[in-house]
Each structure stands twice: as C-alpha cells, then as structure tokens.
C-alpha cells in the first residue's frame, strides 16, 4: 500500500527545529498554546466583526468570530477524518486523527489575525493610501538606497494590495518576536493550512491568487514550507498549490459569518426575526419549515428570536455535512492541486449560505450603525498612515538617528517624528533591524512595514486613540 500523504501534509517539523522530539498530536497542540498566549490572538477581542465599538459581549469581535469558525472547523474537520480512516478509504493514519482535526482548528483560531484595526475597511484605507502616495515613497526609495526601479515597483505593489491573510502569515512567522526571526515558530502543517490565498502577486486568473498570500519579506519561509509539505511549487519555489485543510478553514469561516451576522444584527435591532423570515421563506422553505416544527413544540418556553436559532442551527448542521461531503469527494484533486473551488462553492450547496449573505448586504452592511464605523475607520487609518509619511520618506541615515536615543538633538530636528517613533512597539523594532541586517538596500522597505506592523496590531479603540492624538482631540489623561 502507498504512503498516506497526510503523513507529510501533517509534517510537525518547524521552520526553526525544536529541542526535544514530540509525538505529532503533541507538536499540534503546543501550536495551539503558542497561539492562545500571543498577544496578537487576544487583540482579537478589540477589533470589529461587523459593528465596532459595541458594548461587551453583545455581538461578535474577530476573537469571538474566530473561536466560533473553530469550532466549525473542528465539525467538518472531524466528518472528513472519519471518513479518511474509514476501512473504505483507509487514507488517513489513525494516528494522525486528532492532528488532522486540530492543525484545522488552529488554522481557524488564526485566520484573522492579521486584520487591521476596522476590518476590510482598514484594509482598504491602507491599499487606497499607498496607492495615492506610491509616486513619493517611489522617489524616496530610488533617492536614498541601492533599490532598482523594478524593486520598488514590486515592493509597492505588495503594499498596494495589502491584505489581512499576508499579514497574518507575518505576525506568526516573523513579529511575535521572541528570542529569535521564526516568530511563534509554527508546525509548517500549521502554516500551509493558515494560507487561503497563494500567490505573491496578484492573479484574478486564479482563485486562489486573487488576494496576495504573503509579502515580498516572507517568500523564503513560504516557500521553505511548501517544500517540507512535499506540495506543489512553481520553478521560482512560490506555492502552485493549496494545502487540503486550508479549504476546510475556508469552509468553516463561510459558514460561520454567513450565519453570525444575521445574529447579530437581531441582537442590535437592526432586523427582525420576521424579516428575515419572510426573506428565508422563500429562499429555504425546507429550513424554516423544519424549524418552525422545532418552536412551535417549545412555544411557551421559545427565547426571543428562537424561531431564527433553529433555523440557525439547522442550516449549520446542513453547511457542515455539505462541506465534509465536498472534501471526501473531491478528495484526489484537493492532493494533487487540481481541485480549484471552494468546499461550499457548488451551487447545490452554496444557495443557502449566499441567500444568507444577500440578506445581510442588504440590510446590515448598510444600515447606519456599520456605515459609521466603516466611514470613521477609514478615517482613522488614513489619518495615522499621513501622520507617519514624513518617516517614511526620510533618508535611512535621517531615520537611524531617530532610533538613538542617546542623539538628543534628533528632538530639535524632528520633534514629531521622534515622538511617533517612540510609539512603535520595541518587539516590532527588533524584527525591523534584523530585516535590515540581513539586506541593508531594502531598509526603507522594512520601515514601511515596521509602520503597516504597527498599525495593523491596533485594536479599534487603539486606532481611535491615537487618530484622536495626532488630530489634538484626545483629552489629556484620559485613555
């Protein structure tokens, strides 16, 4: 009989090796502590799911959004294993069961780790600022370093197209600075299963490129991984294909938030259950029939918006049998990088979940209290980005006398800038200058990241604060 390939797709090696040889199931759960005690993963719970800035517990932030779509994660993931080590299939070791279920609940535990502060909004406040001031930080770079014009140019681009899962991939691999440049030093399994998207540039081609998966900085442990996961690579050694459990995060996350938003917008008032069971009505009768049956054997005891959490429910359970069904059929194409959509992504199993979604752009993407956070986001990042332009465009000799602290004249020469640096948080710093050790023509590159690090790691309230600094509104002493 062949060797399973889950034995090297659930590779518990780590990019940095560790000092003592554990068990796989061992290696997937000290992944999981590392990445409940790092601090990126708790500044979850400041960050917007959907409404920013909402009273504690009320609705969801991206922490609890994102133990949620573990726990889907571990459902479907479960399903699959079951079937993989079935006498049928007998495709997955039994031993590497709980590996399998776990390295998929870790990777849901940090797909949005790397949100900026104000969620997509955030993210297009950075795209759109770098897109306006490319031309400056162009002539800046090619001024004051060794940089080529094609360089640059590729190194802005990655900026222009930021995007939460590349910086995600950074904070885990590179900022969570400890004693050394591996950052959390994850499973490589962990890792590859982290990837949604896979291309250092963008390719609307494909759609697993049509986000970049990693900046320009983190292309050696890219495709260091995707070597010692025995996937397919490109001749430049970029991944040419996804690693299998990255789809299952993908499906966790889809049934998760299609789901959760309706929810919380209930909580807030901003529906009612019986719009959007009128709505349901039409485009799931077999759901809310099905839950209509469940209340009315509860009626006398049904907790407010009942009707709406059994059809929740419901159509979880429906979302997480169709998802595990797609990976087992589509088992062989998701090995050999062949298979190119999404486990919810057939039309027989999407429906629900995108009725769901046109509910929810319709009345909850819009309404007031959304607007105003996305608006007053936008605001906030592109305020705290212009107020740290003058850092970026200095020269690297300009810039290393505000990182000596014994140089006292640097606060008569750049009064402000000296007090923006010192805001920088000092684990970030340590990873700037390593950066620069190891390829010196790129230090102004590095810098730029030192500053998207920076802002990216806020939480909502955090970005507020200093938007409210810089602009002179926040109250002195006040947090």
């Given amino acids: 009989m062949p060797q399973s390939p889950y034995l090297e797709l659930l590779s518990s090696q780590r990019l940095k090796p560790t000092s003592q040889e554990r068990l796989p199931v061992e290696e997937a759960l000290s992944d999981k502590m590392r990445i409940v005690n790092c601090s990126a993963f708790r500044r979850l719970g400041g960050k917007a799911q959907v409404f920013s800035l909402a009273r504690a517990g ?9 133990i949620e779509v573990a726990g889907y994660g571990q459902l479907v993931a479960a ?10 299939r007998d495709a997955l070791p039994r031993e590497l069961w709980m590996p399998f279920v776990q390295t998929v609940e870790n990777a849901c535990l940090l797909h949005d780790i790397g949100n900026p502060p104000f969620g997509h909004m955030g993210e297009y406040a950075i795209r759109e600022w770098f897109k306006t001031n490319a031309g400056a930080l162009e002539h800046a770079w090619l001024k004051n370093n060794r940089l080529n014009g094609a360089e ?16 995600g991939l950074r904070i885990m691999t590179r900022l969570q600075w400890f004693d ?25 081609a494909d759609p697993f490129k049509k986000k970049i998966g990693f900046f320009p900085s983190e292309r050696t442990t890219v495709t260091a991984t995707w070597r010692q996961l025995g996937l ?22 889809d049934i998760a938030y299609c789901i959760s938003d309706i929810e919380d917008a209930l909580e807030k008032k901003l529906v009612t259950e019986k719009q959007f069971i009128e709505f349901a009505e039409v485009t799931m009768p077999d759901l809310i029939k099905r839950a209509r049956a469940n209340a009315e054997k509860t009626n006398d005891w049904l907790m407010e918006n009942g009707l709406y959490h059994y059809f929740r429910v419901f159509l979880s359970q429906e979302l997480v049998g169709a998802a595990a069904q797609a990976y087992l059929e589509s088992e062989k194409g998701i090995l050999d ?14 429906i629900a979940a995108d009725m769901v979604k046109k509910f929810a752009g319709a009345h909850i993407y819009t309404s007031r209290e ?34 000596n602290k014994e140089d006292f004249d640097r606060l008569k020469d750049f009064p402000m800038l000296s007090q923006l640096f010192s805001l920088l948080p000092h684990r970030q710093e340590i990873a700037y200058r390593w950066q620069v050790e190891q390829n010196p023509k790129l230090e102004p590159v590095y810098r730029t990241q030192l500053v998207i690090d920076y802002l990216s790691g806020m939480t909502d309230t955090h970005a507020l604060k200093i938007y409210n600094m810089i602009n002179g509104t926040q109250p002195f002493g006040v947090e």
């Fill in 232 to 253: 397919n690579q490109d001749n430049d050694g970029t991944p040419a294909q996804r690693h299998p459990l990255a789809f299952i995060m993908e499906a966790a996350d």
């Fill in 152 to 167: 640059v140019n590729a190194q802005l681009q990655a900026f222009k197209n930021f995007d939460g899962n590349p910086q």
């Fill in 58 to 66: 009320t609705v969801r932030d991206r922490l609890t959004h994102s």
């Fill in 337 to 350: 990088g062949t298979h190119a959509e999404a486990l919810l992504g057939n039309k027989s199993r999407r």
């Fill in 180 to 204: 050394h440049a591996f950052g959390l030093n994850l499973t490589c399994s962990l890792l590859g299963a982290y990837c949604k998207y896979i291309g250092g540039v963008v390719s609307k």
């Fill in 79 to 88: 399903k699959i294993a079951d079937g993989l080590v079935s006498k049928e």
């Fill in 370 to 403: 959304a607007v105003e956070m996305v608006v007053g986001g936008l605001q906030a990042v592109t305020s705290i980005l212009d107020a740290y332009r003058p850092m970026l465009l200095l020269g690297t000799e300009e810039f290393e006398r505000l990182q």
